[in-house]
C-alpha cells in the first residue's frame, strides 16, 4: 500500500514538474506571430488586409502580461468588422538596443501600421544595478544602458522605420513603473516617458501618452501596494507562479499586489492592457465613429458540427456571401495544418464583409466554376454563411 502511494506520489510531481517546465518553455518562446513566422509563411498574407506591427519586450510579448495584442485583435474586429495582419514584435526582457538588431525582420513585414513601446527595461535596469551585469550578459548588451544610450537607441528605431517603411508609427510613453507617484521608480518611469516624447516630437512621430493615461488614472484611484519596489522580483515571480496555476491578472492585482493597473510593477493586468488596446485602435482606426459590423446569423446544425445546408444549393451572382467571424490566429494556423486549403484561405481573406457572389468573384480573378467550389466547402466546414 505503501509502495503504491509513493509510485502515486511521484506520478504527480514528475506530472507538475513536467508542467512548470512546459509553462517556462512556452514564456520564453516567441509569440506565435512574430514577424519571423509572418515572413515564413507570407503566402498566406491576405491583399488588401491592413498589417499592424507592435514592437516592444514581455509587455508586448504578452506571456508575462496581460496580452494586449490579443485584445487589440479582438477589439477591431468588433469595433470595424474587419480583420487586420497584428504581428507581434515583442520579445520579453528586450532593450532599446535589442530591437535595432532585429528591425529588418521587422521592415520586411511592410506595415502599414507600426506601434513601439520599448524602454520599460532600459530604464529598469538603472534602478537595480545589481541585476544589471545579468540583464547585459542575457540580451547581449554592448554597454551598461543609460538614458542617452536609451535616447540614442530610440532616435535610431523611429528614424530607420520612418526611413525604410511607409508605415504610419506610433510610439508610446511607457506604462508607469509601479503605482506610488512619489516614488524613485514611479520618477524614473516619467523621467523616460519625458524622452520619448521628446524624441517623437522631433522625428515628426505620433506620440501615445500611455504613461499619462495611467498617471491620470491612478489620480483618480490610488492604489495600496502590498510590496515595495525593494520586492520587486519577489512580486515578479508570484504573480507568475500563481497566474499560471489559474490566478487571472485582475486577481493578483486585486488579492495579492494591491495595483490597480498592474500584476507586478512592471506588468500589466487587464485594465491597464486595455489603456494600450485603446490607445491603439484610435492611431489606427482615428476619431471617426465606426459602425458595428453585421454579425452574421448562425448556421442551424444537426448533431455535432454537421451543417444543415442543401445540395443542390446554387449560387447566382446576387447571391449573398457573410463571412464568419474567425480569430485571425487560428485561420492561420488552420491553414498550416491543412484544414483550410490555399485557395480557402484567399478567399476568406477576400471575403472580409457582406458582399454578393458576384462581387466576391470578380474581386477574386477566379472563375465561377472555382469560387463555387471553394464556397461549397467552406459552407460545409462552417467558415461561410449566406444571407
Known amino acids: 500500500m505503501i509502495a503504491l502511494i509513493d509510485a ?19 514564456v520564453l518562446s516567441l509569440p506565435a506571430n512574430n514577424p519571423k513566422t509572418f515572413l515564413k509563411h507570407k503566402e498566406i498574407a491576405c491583399p488588401g488586409r491592413k498589417r499592424i506591427v507592435v514592437i516592444g519586450d514581455s509587455i508586448t ?46 521592415i520586411a513585414c511592410a506595415p502599414d501600421f507600426i506601434t513601439v513601446l520599448i524602454g520599460t527595461n532600459d530604464a529598469n535596469v538603472t534602478l537595480g544595478p545589481f541585476s544589471a551585469p ?20 530610440l532616435e535610431e528605431i523611429l528614424s530607420t522605420l520612418k526611413d525604410l ?29 519625458a524622452i520619448i516624447k521628446d524624441v517623437a516630437e522631433h522625428a515628426g512621430i505620433d506620440y501615445l501618452p500611455l504613461c499619462e493615461a495611467m498617471t491620470g488614472y491612478l489620480k483618480e484611484h490610488p492604489s495600496s ?45 487587464e485594465q491597464g492592457a486595455a489603456m494600450i488596446v485603446d490607445l491603439i485602435e484610435k492611431f489606427v482606426l482615428g476619431d471617426k465613429e465606426i459602425e458595428a459590423p453585421h454579425k452574421p446569423r448562425k448556421l442551424k446544425t444537426k448533431g455535432f ?36 486549403s ?30 463555387n467550389d471553394v464556397i461549397q466547402h467552406l459552407l460545409n466546414e462552417g467558415l461561410v454563411d449566406i444571407a
Open 305 to 340: 458540427l454537421v451543417r444543415s445546408i442543401k445540395e443542390d444549393l446554387v449560387m447566382t451572382s446576387s447571391t449573398v456571401l457573410i463571412p464568419k467571424r474567425i480569430n485571425n490566429d487560428g485561420l492561420r494556423t488552420a491553414f498550416l495544418l491543412g484544414l483550410v
Open 134 to 153: 545579468i540583464d547585459i550578459w542575457s540580451k547581449k548588451l554592448p554597454q551598461f544602458p543609460t538614458a542617452d544610450w536609451f535616447r540614442a537607441n
Open 342 to 371: 490555399m485557395d480557402g484561405y484567399k478567399l476568406l481573406c477576400h471575403l472580409d464583409e457582406e458582399m454578393t457572389y458576384k462581387m466576391l468573384v470578380e474581386k477574386l480573378g477566379w472563375t465561377e466554376d472555382k469560387a
Open 165 to 193: 517603411t511607409n508605415a504610419k508609427i506610433g510610439v508610446f510613453s511607457l506604462p508607469t513603473i509601479g503605482e506610488d507617484p512619489t516614488s524613485p521608480e514611479f520618477k524614473k518611469g516619467q523621467e523616460y516617458s
Open 61 to 106: 510579448h504578452g506571456n508575462a502580461s496581460k496580452n494586449y495584442v490579443q485584445m487589440l485583435g479582438e477589439r477591431l474586429r468588433k469595433k470595424d468588422g474587419k480583420l487586420f495582419d497584428i504581428i507581434n514584435a515583442g520579445i520579453n526582457s528586450d532593450f532599446s538596443w535589442n530591437v535595432l538588431q532585429r528591425i529588418d525582420d521587422i
Open 8 to 26: 502515486i506520489l511521484w506520478t504527480i510531481l514528475i506530472i507538475y514538474i513536467s508542467y512548470l517546465f512546459s509553462v517556462v518553455l512556452y
Open 225 to 269: 501596494p502590498r510590496f515595495t519596489y525593494a520586492h520587486e522580483f519577489i512580486a515578479l515571480v508570484l504573480q507568475f507562479v500563481l497566474h499560471y496555476h489559474g490566478a487571472s491578472y485582475a486577481w493578483l492585482s486585486k488579492r495579492v499586489s494591491g495595483f490597480q493597473l498592474h500584476a507586478d510593477f512592471l506588468h500589466l493586468n
